[in-house]
């Protein structure tokens, strides 16, 4: 499997680099995920825009700004993960541990 051996044959263990540009790229994501939610909520704010189809669009956003939340909160968790993984494993290489 790619994702645990890298295409690597028996290798084990990790790429220092490779998984904290992982943990950096999910950041990235997170960050990206929670501006476009910010910039949603501003247009959101800003719409003049009344009645029913309104309040369902509300009601439906909000539900939606909930999910993308918690997608936020699992790709900041991975990300400190894949970086807390990676320090060890250097610690370890290195005797430092």
Known sequence: MA??????GNFIGLNYQE???LSKRF???ATQLQTLMHDIDQLWQNTTWQGQD????????NSHKKVLTTIM???????????TDATQ??????GQN
């Not at 994702?3 to 690597?8: F, I, P, V």
């Not at 309104?54 to 956003?61: G, I, K, P, V, Y």
């Not at 909160?73 to 970086?83: G, I, M, V």
């Open 27 to 29: 950041t990235q994501a």
């Open 73 to 83: 909160n699992n790709l900041t968790t991975a990300s400190k993960q894949a970086s």
């Open 54 to 61: 309104a309040r369902n669009f509300e009601n439906s956003w």
């Open 19 to 21: 998984v904290m540009n």
């Open 89 to 94: 494993q250097s610690q370890t290489s290195l």
């Open 3 to 8: 994702g645990t051996q890298g295409g690597k």
